[in-house]
């Protein structure tokens, strides 16, 4: 007689596989939650840097997860969020209106625990960075500076000597929480809120012919020759662009950057400057010939920068509250900040 075989041993459920959908219900919603974020993830993180290869780089992926997570969001979205052109990602309508949501919260999940231990420490620890030009730096800052470090001592602050391009350039790679400067064009992806005003100052020396006149003209100043700062920065271009439209002829004798220098340069008698007011103190107002001419020259004002839809920590929150309180509410829509 044959002997039986034994029964085999029912099957146990094997394990899901990568990419395949959960079975229940209540695991179906968190892996739909847990893939929405890495796809989000993916997305922000291409705009951000242009290209699939270092998107998957900074989140230690390979290309084709990145692209199939794209992919995957764009299908459940029902619309085309990004357009491929050769190396280069760029957004359509429907990709920049998610950018603009999205971003805050990958930023803000991505600092949540930094975040909470600042909340939960009364910002006791944390970092903030904040990018400014030199007069800012010098003229503008060192009241708030030192009323924030009274408060919050614990917080690394790091103040970035930058101007013009290079501190937009480290806003835009988050290389800086904001930054406190004036601006004269101001980009679309940027958010700018003025909070000081500063008339333009002609400054020349005590014996200079200009120093004993009441009132000073365009046309005054055409003979002698003008201390500016670089070409490249908005000083420069604001001056030229006053004279140009008034159609008086002006020229340049030095070029020379910061206010301190050019403020030097010119009580050794060297030329004469159209200045901000934000450099003049009580001791160049001592050495110095100072007129107002806002009758010729517009105020400079200065302020909070930021890129839009940037997700602000509670340290840059707490700073820009000691600029002007209440600037976050009034003058920007969280989390994408609309600029005035």
Known sequence: ?????????????????????P??????RYYYKGNRHKQLRAFVATVKLGT????????????????????????ELGATLLERRRRRINLTDA??????????????????????????????????????????????????VRRYRQRYPA??????????????AMLREDKADFAVGSMLDVPNDIAWAPVRHYDPMLIAPLDHPLAQKSS???????????????????????VDLV??????????????????????????GMGISIVTGICITEVDRARLAVHNMKQYFPQRSYGVVMRKGKFLSAEARAFIDLIRPGLLS?????????GR
């Open 95 to 144: 990709g920049e209106a998610l950018y603009e949501l999205a971003r805050p919260l990958v930023e803000g999940w991505e600092n949540l625990d930094r975040d909470f231990q600042a909340k939960a420490k009364g910002l006791q620890a944390g970092r903030l960075v904040v990018a400014a030009g030199t007069s800012t730096i010098q003229y503008l800052l060192p009241e708030l």
């Open 155 to 168: 917080v690394q602050l790091q103040l970035a000597n930058v101007t013009g391009k290079d501190g937009l």
């Open 52 to 75: 699939l290869s270092r998107a998957a780089e900074s989140l230690y992926l390979s290309q084709p997860t990145i692209s199939l997570q794209l992919q995957a969001l764009e299908r």
């Open 23 to 28: 079975a229940t219900a209540e695991s179906a």
């Open 1 to 21: 007689m044959t002997p039986r075989k034994p029964k085999k041993a029912p099957r146990k459920a094997s394990k899901k596989r990568a990419g395949q959908e």
């Open 243 to 268: 004279f140009q439209q008034q159609q008086v002829p002006y020229h340049v004798a030095i070029e020379v950057g910061g206010w301190d220098v050019i403020k030097e340069y010119v009580a050794m």
């Open 216 to 238: 000073i003209t365009l046309q005054d100043l055409s003979p002698y020759g003008l201390i500016l700062p670089p070409q490249r920065l908005s000083t420069y271009r604001l």
């Open 330 to 338: 009034r003058d920007y829509d969280e989390p994408g900040h609309s």
